[in-house]
T-cell receptor, first 113, second 115 residues
Framework: GDSVTQMEGPVTLSEEAFLTINCTYT??????LFWYVQYPGEGLQLLLK?????DKGSNKGFEATYRKETTSFHLEKGSVQVSDSAVYFC????????????FGGGTRLMVKP | IAGITQAPTSQILAAGRRMTLRCTQD?????MYWYRQDLGLGLRLIHY???????GKGEVPDGYSVSRANTDDFPLTLASAVPSQTSVYFC??????????????FGPGTRLTVL
């Protein structure tokens, strides 16, 4: 079946550090890939997405590139801020599976001033 | 402000009791979803509805039921709650009928504790 694997957290960084959160996937069909962010006490918000190989999704300084050859969609940001502290979820959807989202386990990011 | 509302915000429930979690969206989205969030497991889909009048089972449907009588409302019912249903429940909606280009919008969640 479809699955998403993320690096386990928490990830603790100092402000202005470089961030990478790894995400790999297995899918029965051709997936669309997503990163969602959950700030404390809130629901999930879409951060960025990519729907085909080599697409790069970007938003709020975050980027992720759809790598079909390595089945990966790693999240990166060049300089994190305290306000980026949140839980980040990688997810995929596949048309052949009814387009439902399959989520990874989430990675908690803590950014210290 | 347009979006998704969920009620209650949190609830403590005795095992064996019946409970309905409410979800309302005002974006006229066709598709709606219920997820549960458990530590280390991400979000898992319980039930979904691609359009009013239709529902489907997700990854973990046992012990839950849903209905979709109209576009805006998508209640989730636990007929007889058990402690393993202690979780945070999120409702979501999307514009289309579940296509991969859709963005799912999430409500603020309901924290349910079953004792």
């Amino acid at each position: 079946g479809d699955s998403v694997t993320q690096m386990e957290g928490p990830v603790t960084l100092s402000e202005e550090a470089f961030l990478t959160i790894n995400c790999t996937y297995t899918a029965t069909g051709y997936p669309s890939l997503f990163w969602y962010v959950q700030y404390p006490g809130e629901g999930l918000q879409l951060l960025l997405k990519a729907t085909k190989a080599d697409d790069k999704g970007s938003n709020k300084g975050f980027e992720a590139t759809y790598r079909k050859e390595t089945t990966s969609f790693h999240l990166e940001k060049g300089s994190v801020q305290v306000s980026d502290s949140a839980v980040y979820f990688c997810a995929l959807s596949v048309r052949e599976a009814g387009n439902m989202l399959t989520f990874g386990g989430g990675t908690r990011l803590m950014v210290k001033p | 402000i347009a979006g998704i509302t969920q009620a209650p915000t949190s609830q403590i429930l005795a095992a064996g009791r019946r409970m309905t979690l409410r979800c309302t969206q005002d974006m006229r989205h066709n598709a709606m979803y219920w997820y549960r969030q458990d530590l280390g497991l991400g979000l898992r889909l319980i039930h979904y509805s691609n359009t009013a009048g239709t529902t489907g089972k997700g990854e973990v449907p046992d012990g839950y039921s849903v209905s979709r009588a109209n576009t805006d409302d998508f209640p989730l019912t636990l007929a007889s709650a058990v402690p393993s249903q202690t979780s945070v429940y999120f409702c979501a909606s999307s514009e289309g009928e579940g296509g991969p280009w859709d963005t799912q919008y999430f409500g603020p969640g309901t924290r349910l504790t079953v004792l």
